[in-house]
């Protein structure tokens, strides 16, 4: 395994894409952020429910869940919109969203009340899903904090920044943040979450080439590691002035 080199648009290995976080891209929702990661922008926003699913009706417990969906044109070629239901990709993606936000909420003090965080990929260059979490969690504070003002949960609600990054290694080379052509080249493909404490909520490895041994996944994950927290610095200057 090889540990340096340049890639194809001149980063090093180690290195993040270029990173904007725009909030309150939307007016109309509680908690809105666009991220952009490089080519890849993904549209985030909370919206706040007063219910819960029938299934939580009476515990007192609220709920946090997110919806992903890649527009047509947010693709190489046109991506068909899933009127008829989500597919396993989109499913899939769907509930790792949802549990990675919902690591970073207390739900007892979050109360009889839902957070739906929808996470609409407007371009996809790579990390679309890591991209959702990470902007998804400045959505979902941006919310939260608009309630805490309110005096509708206590601040406790919000219990720890989550942030998301893909790492992989690519002709015998560990990168950070991957984009799409470096995705498609991957020998090994790693998603990994985790909380501003250093806790995984996630960590999604696979080998599309030949497996890998021990010393390659500490690599990598030592790699997401210093990604996520560069990522989590980001998010608290992207909420910093909704704190003021």
Known sequence: MRMGGTRTDGRAPDALRPVKVTPGYVIHPEG??????GHTRVLCNASVIPRVPSWLAGTGRGWVTAEYALLPRSTHTRTPRETSGPGGRTQEIRR???RSL???VDLDRLGHRQVIVDCDVI???GGTRTAAITGGYIALELALRKLIREREVPPKVLRTPVAAVSVGIVGGVPMLDLCYKEDRRADVDFNVVMTERGQ???VQGTAEGQPFDRQAMDRLLDLAVQGINQLLDIQRAATREDKS
Request: aromatic fraction near 6%.
């Open 96 to 98: 790792l969203i949802g």
């Open 32 to 37: 809105s952020v666009l991220i952009e990661m």
């Open 102 to 104: 919902r690591a970073a």
């Open 200 to 202: 995984f909520v996630e």
């Open 123 to 125: 371009q996809a260059d």
